[in-house]
């Protein structure tokens, strides 16, 4: 029976920084593609939701509220991705404490009404999976038929995790 109770507490001991431990991100299985596939948040870590962040005036001298005032879908991608940068770090996070991403994007008119997901991979990619910064999010991307302004084909929101 001691040697039972003994067990016992060993095993939960052993257990306890399991519990306690970073956030655990699952990849895709049998793929590289470079979003996490599950996301796993301990007991007692912060979540932080970040409002939708949309992309910055690319080109100053296009016409105003166009398309190539913001740019195509990557630009507008970076863009967005650099404003959520910028909110994380003012609040004392980075883009590897991202555990959740939601992207809507607009079909680019250039592309027939069709979505750019390459675009916007391209973007993404520089912020995400890369040596610097490997830490992947669990992510949704769909089109929508517009955002708040008529030139913006990017608008992402994320979720961040305070270490």
């Given at each position: 029976?001691?040697?039972?109770i003994?067990?016992?507490a060993t095993?939960?001991?052993m257990?306890a920084?399991?519990?306690a431990?970073d956030?655990?991100?699952?990849?895709?299985p049998?793929?590289n593609f470079?979003?996490?596939?599950a996301?796993?948040?301990?007991a007692?870590?912060?979540?932080?939701?970040?409002s939708?962040?949309?992309p910055?005036?690319?080109?100053?001298?296009a016409?105003?509220d166009s398309i190539?005032a913001?740019?195509?879908?990557?630009t507008?991608?970076?863009g967005?991705l650099?404003?959520i940068?910028?909110?994380?770090?003012?609040?004392?996070?980075?883009?590897?404490?991202?555990?959740k991403?939601q992207?809507f994007?607009?079909?680019d008119p250039?592309?027939?009404?069709k979505?750019d997901?390459a675009?916007f991979?391209?973007?993404?990619?520089q912020?995400?999976?890369?040596?610097a910064?490997?830490n992947?999010?669990?992510?949704?991307?769909?089109?929508?038929a517009?955002?708040?302004?008529?030139?913006?084909?990017?608008e992402?929101e994320v979720?961040?995790?305070?270490?």
């Amino acid at each position: 029976m001691t040697r039972s109770i003994l067990v016992a507490a060993t095993l939960l001991a052993m257990a306890a920084p399991v519990a306690a431990s970073d956030v655990v991100r699952h990849k895709l299985p049998n793929s590289n593609f470079p979003i996490a596939g599950a996301v796993e948040v301990p007991a007692g870590k912060t979540l932080v939701f970040v409002s939708g962040a949309v992309p910055p005036i690319a080109d100053a001298n296009a016409p105003k509220d166009s398309i190539q005032a913001y740019g195509d879908t990557k630009t507008q991608a970076l863009g967005a991705l650099g404003n959520i940068e910028k909110q994380l770090k003012a609040i004392g996070l980075t883009m590897g404490d991202v555990v959740k991403m939601q992207v809507f994007l607009v079909g680019d008119p250039a592309k027939g009404g069709k979505l750019d997901m390459a675009g916007f991979t391209a973007a993404y990619s520089q912020y995400f999976g890369t040596a610097a910064q490997p830490n992947l999010p669990a992510r949704s991307t769909m089109q929508v038929a517009a955002l708040v302004s008529p030139a913006f084909l990017v608008e992402i929101e994320v979720t961040a995790v305070r270490p």
